[in-house]
């Protein structure tokens, strides 16, 4: 079946610490692949996404993602989290062809610790 | 430049009432979406709207329903409320010329079902 799979609820990370949530795909193709980030009581904000080229994708707020065709994942990292970034984080895949839904995984909330 | 915009921001009904949501798209763009986060959920697709059409449907009851305007501003409609309608509902907007694949979604209206 389809799906998109964030295999971590929850992560407590420290300040100054770094960050890494996973994401895996399980799709007929390689599909378009973003990352969004939920503050408590808001919409989704857009960190990155990948479309084609560089598997090594650059994004908002000192995030970074790598896309690995071989593993089916793009996973989200950065280097030295400040508290501002606790919140969820959800994985998200689209198709341009035919296919305009983006489809998200459950999400991964994570909690920053001073 | 104004985002995506959604009215009301919180709304309480009962079962079996019927329920109208509002959206008004980021400037510029053309696509509406509506997606519906239920409480620990990553977000569902409901319905895209293009060209005042329904262009595509996720696995929702036909008690989900959707209008566009000419202006593209968007209404959700749900009849017949069930307690597990109670979610949190994001409207996504978009850029169907855009050629990149990228939504940018409101803040949502939380509706509580009693």
């Known amino acids: 079946a389809q799906s998109v799979t964030q295999p971590d609820i929850h992560i407590t990370v420290s300040e100054g610490a770094s960050l890494e949530l996973r994401c895996n795909y399980s799709y007929g193709a390689t599909p378009y692949l973003f990352w969004y980030v939920q503050s408590p009581g808001q919409g989704l904000q857009l960190l990155l996404k990948y479309f084609s080229g560089d598997t090594l994708v650059q994004g908002i707020k000192g995030f970074e993602a790598e896309f690995k065709r071989s593993q089916s994942s793009f996973n989200l990292r950065k280097p030295s989290v400040h508290w501002s970034d606790a919140a969820e984080y959800f994985c998200?895949?689209?198709?341009?062809?035919?296919?305009?839904?983006?489809?998200f995984g459950a999400g991964t909330t994570v909690t920053v610790r001073a | 430049d104004a985002g995506v915009t959604q009215s009301p921001t919180h709304l309480i009904k009962t079962r079996g009432q019927q329920v109208t949501l509002r959206c008004s798209p980021k400037s510029g763009h053309d696509t509406v979406s509506w997606y519906q986060q239920a409480l620990g959920q990553g977000p569902q697709f409901i319905f895209q709207?293009?060209?005042?059409?329904?262009?595509q449907r996720g696995n929702f009851p036909d008690r989900f329903s959707g209008h566009q305007f000419p202006n593209y501003s968007s209404e959700l409609n749900v009849n017949a409320l069930l307690l597990g309608d109670s979610a949190l509902y994001l409207c996504?907007?978009?850029?169907?010329?855009?050629?990149?694949?990228?939504?940018?979604f409101g803040p949502g209206t939380r509706l509580t079902v009693l």
């Open positions: 709207y293009y060209e005042e059409e329904e262009r």
């Open positions: 998200a895949v689209g198709f341009l062809v035919n296919d305009y839904k983006l489809s």
């Open positions: 996504a907007s978009s850029f169907n010329g855009g050629g990149a694949y990228e939504q940018f």
